[in-house]
């Protein structure tokens, strides 16, 4: 059993923030693969379905971001799973807007979600990286994360969105690779490589038009030339 974490605030007025991109792509994964309808437990929200050859509870807490760590222990300490088999979803300020990675275990580099769940369970989960960029400056990024996506921002969102839930069944069964493959194939599809672009041949340069052969000398006398008048 695998249990995928996505992180994030509750209710609506968070709904659309860059700080829930975690719950968008656990309801995107629920919608594309059939899972239950989401019911109230652990101090959040979850549902139940399969990728692949695994079983998997989707959690999203509904502790607010700086408690995710309660519902997360909760969920835990009910299924009997191991750190290993747990992937937390959730934004990234390191990374350029749709861009994502994978990582296994390390520091929660001052997200206060990770922050949480390190606080409860330790640091060797997995985790999924999902990048939403950077204002520019620390002190704008509260309001930057807690503020909605723009319409800028609407079509590399989905695109990633699709991709991790294409990439859905290789992150349960632990590939790596081929679940970034996945989603790169939705964020940066590979170019077309038909004759579209290929230049056309240049076309041969007309022949030079040839010069007019000079007309043959008239050796006829003068009188010969009158007689052939009057034939």
């Known amino acids: 059993m695998k249990l995928f974490v996505g992180l994030g605030n509750p209710g609506a007025k968070y709904a659309g923030n860059r700080h829930n991109i ?48 309660q519902s997360v222990r909760a969920a835990v300490d009910f299924y009997k799973i191991d750190l290993a088999d747990i992937t937390v979803l959730h934004d990234e300020l390191d990374l350029a807007p749709g861009k994502q990675r994978v990582k296994q275990g390390g520091g929660h580099a001052g997200h206060n979600g990770l922050r949480s769940i390190h606080a409860h369970l330790g640091e060797a989960y997995g985790r999924v990286r999902l990048g939403i960029g950077h204002p520019g400056h620390k002190d704008a990024v509260a309001h930057y994360v807690l503020n909605d996506f723009s319409k800028a921002d609407q079509d590399w969102l989905d695109d990633l969105l699709r991709g991790l839930s294409d990439g859905a069944v290789a992150l349960a069964e632990g590939d790596g690779t081929r679940f970034m493959n996945a989603v790169s194939l939705r964020t940066a599809p590979p170019r077309s490589s038909g004759g579209t672009d290929k230049k056309p041949a240049a076309e041969k340069p007309a022949a030079a038009p040839q010069a007019a052969e000079p007309a043959p000398e008239d050796a006829r006398n003068p009188l010969q030339k009158l007689i052939d008048r009057f034939r």
Do not use: Y
Not at 45 to 63: D, F, H, M, N, W
């Open 22 to 69: 975690g719950f968008m792509a656990l309801d995107r994964i629920a919608a594309d693969h059939g899972f239950t309808p989401w019911k109230k437990a652990f101090q959040g929200e979850v549902c139940e379905g399969r990728l692949g050859r695994e079983k998997v509870i989707l959690l999203k807490p509904a502790t607010f971001m700086n408690l995710s760590g």
